[in-house]
């Protein structure tokens, strides 16, 4: 049974840094499409960072250039690294991983893509 579990979420100041991390059971990351999903109560799941084959990777404009989405595969784990936080970072962070091994897949951050999911991790910037 595929298994995402997230961690590394918490409390930071604006203007911080912080590393997400999804731990993969019964699923090889490595090639495979992934992506970070952000929930806010109220609000629609916005995609912000996915990972495709050949490690292409596609980022949320409001995040590009302050976040990275990377993968240790020798670990299983996906990354998301978030530097330069603003309070609109703030919500809960879903791991997502698409179902198919279908190579040369491009990354996507729509959440229609993607079969399993972890429960999340809480972020929150605030000062």
């Known amino acids: 049974q595929v298994k995402l579990v997230e961690s590394g979420g918490g409390s930071v100041d604006p203007g911080g840094s912080m590393t997400l991390s999804c731990a993969a059971t019964e699923y090889a990351i490595d090639g495979r499409r992934m992506a970070w999903f952000r929930h806010v109560p109220g609000a629609e799941l916005d995609g912000i960072a996915s990972m495709g084959a050949f490690g292409r990777t596609k980022y949320a404009d409001s995040v590009q250039g302050r976040f990275k989405i990377f993968k240790d595969n020798s670990k299983n784990v996906l990354f998301l690294s978030m530097a330069n936080l603003k309070a609109g970072d703030t919500g809960m962070y879903f791991c997502?991983?698409?179902?198919?091994?279908?190579?040369?897949?491009?990354?996507?951050?729509?959440?229609?893509?993607?079969?399993?999911w972890g429960k999340g991790t809480q972020v929150t910037v605030s000062s």
């Open positions: 997502a991983a698409d179902s198919s091994d279908t190579w040369n897949l491009h990354p996507i951050i729509q959440e229609d893509f993607y079969e399993y």
